[in-house]
C-alpha cells in the first residue's frame, strides 16, 4: 500500500475515496477545528496536525511530516478562484499553492526524498480567472518541481457521485503516462433518487432508522412560514424565476429552485440548506436538503460522522471532494504507481483500516453494482497478502 499525506483535508472526503482505493491515509493537515474533529473521527489512526493560515510556517510544519509520503493529495482553499469568490489576488489563501509548491521540492531538506506523485484538486473556474494566468502559473510551478502534469476537468456524475460537479485536477507524477480513470457506466451514474429516495421523513432529532441502522443528521432545516409557503409553489424541478409571481422575493437562476428525482442533484454548496442561495429545494417537500441528504449526494457513508454546529458541517460537507470520485482518481493513480515499478511501503496495517461491509458508502453497499464489492474484496485481499508477507 501506499502512503498518502492529505492537504487541507476538511471533513476527509479525499482520504476516505484514497482508503477505499487501497491507500492508507498517514497524515492530515487542516486548520479548521471542527473538520480536524470530523476527521479524527473517521480516520483512526493517523497523526493529524493544525496549523493557522500562517504562510511563514507552512514548509517547516509540512516538511516535518512528509518522511515516507509516497502521495501528496489535495488543493489549497478554492474560495478565491471560484466564481462565486472574490478572486481577489490579494487573498493570502490565493498563494497557499506556493507552499504546497515548498512541500514538493524539499525547500531547506537535502534529503527530503519527495512524493512519487500528487493529486491537485480545485474549482474549475480556476482555468477562466484572469485568463486562466492562474492555472498557467500553478502549472509551470509544478512542473518545475520535477513531475509530469496530467490536466483535466472531470465531472463527479460521471464517477458515480449523484451530482453534479465539476472540478479541475492536476496530477503529477515523476514519471510520465498517467492515464485518468474513465467514466463509468451510463447504468452506474446515479440520480437522486437513488442517494435518497430510500430515506424516511425527517424528524427532531434527525436520527432515523435505514435497514436496521441508526442514521443521523435527517433533520429538516429551519424555514420560515413564509419561505415554507412559497416553496409549495413551485414544482418539481422548477424555478421561483419562471412562475412570474408578483409576490416573489428577487431570485436568480439557480435559486428557489426544486431538484428532480431523475436527475442527479446540482453541486452541493455549503448553502444547501438556503434555497435563496442554491437550488437545494427537496423534489416534493416543501424544504431545503438535510445534512445527510447532503452527505449521500456526495457519496459520503451513512456512519460518517460530522462534527460542529449546523453551519459548520454544512461547510465541511459543501467543501470536500466526493470519496467516489476520488476513489476513481486513487485506483488510476495506484495503477500508474504500480506498472512503474513503484514499490510498496514495509508496515503493518494499523488496526481499523480496512472497510467492513457495514461501514462501506451507500453508494458502494447498497446501490451499486456487485463488481464494486469484488473490487474492494480484492483490496482488502491484498493488503492482507502485504502484511503477511512484510
Known amino acids: 500500500m501506499y502512503r498518502v499525506i492529505d492537504l487541507f483535508s476538511g471533513a476527509g472526503g479525499f482520504s476516505t475515496g484514497m482508503a477505499m482505493a487501497g491507500f492508507h491515509v498517514r497524515a492530515s493537515v487542516e486548520s479548521d477545528e471542527n473538520a480536524m474533529a470530523t476527521f479524527k473521527a473517521n480516520h483512526p489512526p493517523v497523526d493529524l496536525m493544525a496549523f493557522r493560515w500562517k504562510i511563514e510556517s507552512f514548509p517547516m510544519i509540512m516538511l ?3 518522511k515516507g509520503i509516497d502521495v501528496v493529495v489535495g488543493g489549497p482553499p478554492c474560495q478565491p478562484f471560484s466564481d462565486a469568490g472574490l478572486q481577489n489576488p490579494l487573498d493570502e489563501r490565493a498563494h497557499m499553492f ?22 491537485f484538486e480545485n474549482v474549475e473556474g480556476l482555468t477562466r480567472v484572469r485568463g486562466g494566468e492562474d492555472l498557467r502559473t500553478i502549472h509551470r510551478a509544478l512542473a518545475d518541481c520535477g513531475y509530469h502534469l496530467s490536466t483535466q476537468v472531470l465531472n463527479a456524475h460521471d464517477y458515480g457521485v449523484p451530482q453534479r460537479r465539476r472540478r479541475l485536477i492536476i496530477v503529477g507524477s515523476k514519471y510520465p503516462g498517467f492515464r485518468f480513470p474513465e467514466p463509468v457506466a451510463a447504468n452506474e451514474r446515479r440520480t437522486l433518487r437513488d442517494a435518497i429516495g430510500d430515506l424516511p421523513p425527517t424528524t427532531e432529532t434527525g436520527e432515523i432508522e435505514v435497514d436496521g441502522r441508526i442514521v443521523t443528521g435527517h433533520k429538516a432545516p429551519s424555514h420560515s412560514e413564509n419561505l415554507v409557503n412559497l416553496i409549495a409553489r413551485i414544482p418539481e424541478g422548477g424555478r421561483l424565476v419562471d412562475l412570474d409571481l408578483p409576490d416573489a422575493p428577487r431570485a436568480f437562476a439557480g435559486s428557489y429552485a426544486r431538484l428532480r428525482w431523475d436527475r442527479p442533484s446540482q453541486t452541493i454548496t455549503s448553502s444547501f440548506a438556503k434555497p435563496s442561495s442554491a437550488r437545494c429545494i427537496h423534489p416534493t417537500e416543501n424544504r431545503a436538503l438535510t445534512v445527510r441528504e447532503a452527505a449521500r449526494l456526495q457519496s459520503f457513508p451513512d456512519d460518517y460522522q460530522f462534527h460542529g454546529g449546523d453551519g459548520s458541517i454544512r461547510l465541511q460537507i459543501g467543501n470536500a471532494v466526493p470519496p467516489l470520485l476520488a476513489m476513481h482518481l486513487g485506483l488510476a493513480l495506484r495503477n500508474h504507481l504500480e506498472e512503474n515499478g513503484v514499490p510498496f511501503q514495509d508496515y503493518k496495517l494499523p488496526e481499523g483500516r480496512s472497510i467492513p461491509e457495514e461501514k462501506r458508502p451507500w453508494c458502494l453497499t447498497y446501490k451499486q453494482d456487485e463488481k464494486f464489492k469484488e473490487m474492494l474484496a480484492e483490496k482488502a485481499r491484498e493488503a492482507v497478502e502485504l502484511v503477511t508477507d512484510a
Open 98 to 119: 506556493k507552499e504546497y509548491i515548498k512541500l514538493l521540492n524539499g525547500v531547506e531538506r537535502p534529503h527530503f526524498n519527495p512524493p512519487s506523485a500528487f493529486i
Open 64 to 66: 516535518s511530516f512528509t
